[in-house]
Each structure stands twice: as C-alpha cells, then as structure tokens.
Antibody, heavy 114, light 109 residues
C-alpha cells in the first residue's frame, strides 16, 4: 500500500533553512495533491501548504514568503523548505496526501531549531 | 482565517460508551468541507470523516460525522480500546488557509 516517509535533519540552527523530503512509496505521486502539516510541541496541527504533482502550490499566509514546496515526480518525492527559522518553527513535521482532506499521512519527523 | 473550537478538551469515558465530540467554526464552512482525524502519539494521523459526514475508506461504521454550517459533531457509537486518542477537526472549505481545531482527547475513565 502507499506509504509516506519524511526525512531530513532533526536539528536546524536559528536563521537557517529547514529542508525536508517526503518519499512516496507503493504508488505514484502523480494525480494527487501533497501537503505539509506541522505540530509544535504540546500544540495542535498547523497547515503549511500543498503542491499538486504538476507543481502548482498553495501556502499558509502566516508563513509568508518563508515557505517553498516543490516536487520531483521522477523520484516520487516532494519537498519542504522553510527559511529564516526560529524556535517557533520547532515542531513535528508531517507530509500527507491530499490538498483538502488528507487521507494518508507520514509518521512525522521532529525538527528542533536551536 | 476560520477558527475551529473543539469541545470538550478531554472526554473521559469507558469502553463501550458513546463519545460525542464537537467542532464549532467561527464562520460558515462552505460546502461543509470539514474533516475529522484520529491521532495517537508517535503515529500518523488517520482520516476518519471528510465532507462532514463521509466515512473514509476502511473506517468502521461506529464512527459518524454530522453537522453543517458552523456546528459539526463526531460520534463514536461504542468506544473500542483502540479508539482512545486525540481527535482533530479540520476545515478546508473556504479560501486559504485550511485550519485545524485544537483537539479533543478521548481518554479511558
């Protein structure tokens, strides 16, 4: 069955760029929307943005121009870049399938900003 | 941005009991585009309900969603041991951004 797996550094320095990869296995990345969602420690879920497999994107305005989501269909992967991070960006980052309701999620990866 | 308020914050119930979770929106959610998720620590969130009342693939029929406009409910008819978790509602019906509620924890009494 289709599975999603987040990967990337668990520790990022303040003011630097957080970069994560979501690898989709067991199915094609094509014909779907793909999302990033995060959960700061002890808090609820926050939508970051989504990308269609063709490359069109939609981002949470609260993150301004700091966020970029991209896709590589040849590798069945999509990516998150968040620039100028601060301690407030410390969170578990989830990738998910779907641009609205999200029917499949990764287990999440903790990223700490020091 | 639409604010979703979930209540109660914590629900203490015994297996076999009925759970009723509420999600109230600060403005009308167009097309009733509201979803419910189950989340257990260290696991991937699981989609239960989408479009307010449509059960996702593979979800047992003890889970049901109802409501419209600004008031939505997730009902678990008879709690099974595996149902104790945190539940989130999410709206995706209006122009960006999507938003989530703060969650309701269903714990064993």
């Amino acid at each position: 069955q289709v599975q999603l797996q987040e990967s990337g550094p668990g520790l990022v320095k303040s003011s630097e760029t957080l970069s994560l990869t979501c690898t989709v296995s067991g199915g094609s990345i094509s014909s779907y929307y793909w999302s990033w969602v995060r959960q700061p420690p002890g808090k609820g879920l926050e939508w970051i943005g989504y990308i269609y497999y063709s490359g069109s994107t939609n981002y949470n305005p609260s993150l301004g121009s700091r966020v970029t989501i991209s896709v590589d269909t040849s590798k069945n992967q999509f990516f998150l870049k968040l620039s100028s991070v601060t301690a407030a960006d410390t969170a578990v980052y989830f990738c998910a399938r779907g641009g609205w309701s999200k029917d499949l999620w990764g287990q999440g990866t903790l990223v700490t900003v020091s | 941005e639409i604010v979703l308020t979930q209540s109660p914050g914590t629900l203490s119930l015994s297996p076999g009991e009925r759970a009723t979770l509420s999600c109230r929106a600060s403005q009308i959610i167009s097309n009733n585009y509201l979803a419910w998720y189950q989340h257990k620590p260290g696991q991937a969130p699981r989609l239960l309900i989408y479009d307010a009342s449509r059960r996702a693939t593979g979800i047992p029929d003890r889970f049901s969603g109802s409501g419209s406009a600004t008031d939505f409910t997730l009902t678990i008819s008879r709690l099974e041991p595996e149902d104790f978790a945190v539940y989130y509602c999410q709206q995706y019906g209006n122009s960006a951004p999507e938003t989530f509620g703060q969650g309701t924890k269903v714990e064993i009494k």
